[in-house]
């Protein structure tokens, strides 16, 4: 039987991660493993292209390598939300033949600038949802979840993803067996499912002007007490009103929410490092009790610690 092919779109600048992940997957496994595909790579001008790690790759195939593809896979996309005709012309051509178009990070841009996915919903990295939303307002952008699998167009969230999305294709072509086959030879975790949440960097500091870098190091040392507004005035010798203003201009934002960020960036760390009871968890970051946790939690990242931590343990 003809072996499955997969063909990478790759370009100037390649991200390198998700296209070794999908490698990793639809590569070769060992004599005990069937192997049902084939991978290569190609590009628009293909020749040495220059990659995000350091090193260059040589790629002798160009955008005819699509016309036999059945997968293309476009593993993040370093050159804008728009395309060339040409690329165009040959990815919406293997589409219209019945190629599936694999698109991770922001190759989402591909298949959105070709109308594949108007009107339908794609994953899409949460940094990613703005540009893509101003360029393409016809899709419905998701930056909730995983990936989503349309069958001829899917589309993965973040480069993590890329193992996630091929596997779920082995699974869907040729099994649950094989895949956790794979899976486990990659000690990946064998099937997560797409709708499964991504979660945005645990926020950070960012620069601190000098007059609140104080209050802020002593806010952080003490998250695990019931601190007020007043309380905050009083450390830093201003009024409620002065202090508000003060986080207004220099960091966007008010005393109280960043206070919060800092408990939920710390109830992060916690549920993905610890296996402390939530209701330790929320005594420890100044929640002061397990449900106050829980609905602060949801509200913030529209899941609960518990599926946040088996997120982080699957």
């Not at 600048?13 to 490698?23: I, L």
Request: hydrophobic share 40%; proline share 6%.
């Amino acid at each position: 039987m003809r072996k499955h092919r997969v063909v990478a779109l790759v370009g100037r600048g390649q991200e390198m991660y998700p296209v070794t992940c999908a490698s990793a997957v639809f590569g070769y496994h060992g004599e005990e493993i069937p192997q049902h595909y084939t991978f290569r790579l190609c590009a628009e001008r293909p020749g040495l292209l220059p990659t995000t790690i350091g090193a260059d790759i040589l790629v002798g195939a160009g955008l005819e390598a699509l016309a036999a593809a059945d997968t293309i896979l476009i593993a993040s996309w370093c050159h804008g939300p728009r395309i060339s005709p040409e690329l165009g012309d040959a990815v919406l051509a293997a589409h219209t033949r019945g190629a599936r178009i694999v698109a991770v990070c922001s190759g989402v841009f591909v298949p959105a600038s070709l109308g594949l996915l108007d009107g339908r919903k794609a994953a899409v990295h949460w940094e990613l949802t703005g540009e893509l939303a101003r360029h393409y307002p016809r899709v419905r952008a998701d930056a909730t979840v995983l990936y989503v699998d349309h069958g001829d167009v899917a589309t993965a969230g973040a480069s993590a993803t890329t193992v996630d999305l091929c596997l779920n294709q082995v699974r869907r072509e040729h099994g649950a067996a094989l895949a956790m086959r794979i899976g486990r030879q990659l000690s990946a975790a064998p099937h997560r499912e797409g709708r499964q949440r991504q979660f945005p960097a645990l926020p950070t500091t960012g620069p601190v002007p000098d007059s609140l870098a104080p209050l802020l190091d002593w806010m952080i040392a003490n998250l695990d007490r019931p601190l007020t507004l007043q309380d905050l005035a009083a450390r830093s010798g201003l009024s409620p009103r002065t202090l508000n203003r003060h986080f207004a201009e220099q960091l966007g934002t008010s005393p109280g929410r960043w206070l919060l960020d800092r408990r939920l960036a710390s109830t992060r760390a916690l549920l993905e490092e610890t296996d402390l009871p939530v209701e330790t968890i929320a005594k420890r970051v100044g929640l002061s009790s397990a449900v106050n946790l829980r609905r602060r939690f949801r509200d913030a990242l529209d899941t609960t610690p518990a599926a946040y931590r088996h997120a982080f343990r699957s």
